[in-house]
């Protein structure tokens, strides 16, 4: 069975860090992209970062860029997002996923997580 499950998520004041990790099982997580997205009450869905697959790459939405970072451990079959110098506006549940190394670097994963929520006090 397919499975994606994030952690990590939590109340943090603004300007503060988060770590989020995302556990894989049941698919070849080392073959394909790892991506993050968010979703807040009422908004579309964010692309936010993404990782290639040996993880020589990685991808940013401009809003984050320079804040977060995504990284991966193959081994351990687990993407992370570490999110610095955070926002209220960073509020949100957020979502890993698997995807196709030929797809886009931000087209739907074709593997999802629950989420976790994240959220960011002023």
């Known amino acids: 069975q397919v499975q994606l499950v994030e952690s990590g998520g939590g109340l943090v004041q603004a300007g503060g860090s988060l770590r989020l990790s995302c556990s894989a099982s049941?698919?070849?997580?080392?073959?394909?992209?790892a991506k993050w997205f968010r979703q807040a009450p009422g908004k579309e869905r964010e692309f936010v970062a993404a990782i290639t697959r040996s993880g020589d790459k990685t991808y940013y939405a401009d809003s984050v860029k320079g804040r977060f970072s995504v990284s991966r451990d193959n081994a351990k079959l687990t993407a992370y997002l570490q999110m610095n110098s955070l926002k209220p506006e960073d509020t949100a549940g957020y979502y890993c996923?698997?995807?196709?190394?030929?797809?886009?670097?931000?087209?739907?994963?074709?593997?999802w997580g629950q989420g976790t929520q994240v959220t960011v006090s002023s």
């Open positions: 049941g698919y070849m997580f080392e073959s394909y992209t």
């Open positions: 996923g698997g995807g196709p190394s030929f797809l886009a670097i931000a087209t739907i994963p074709q593997y």
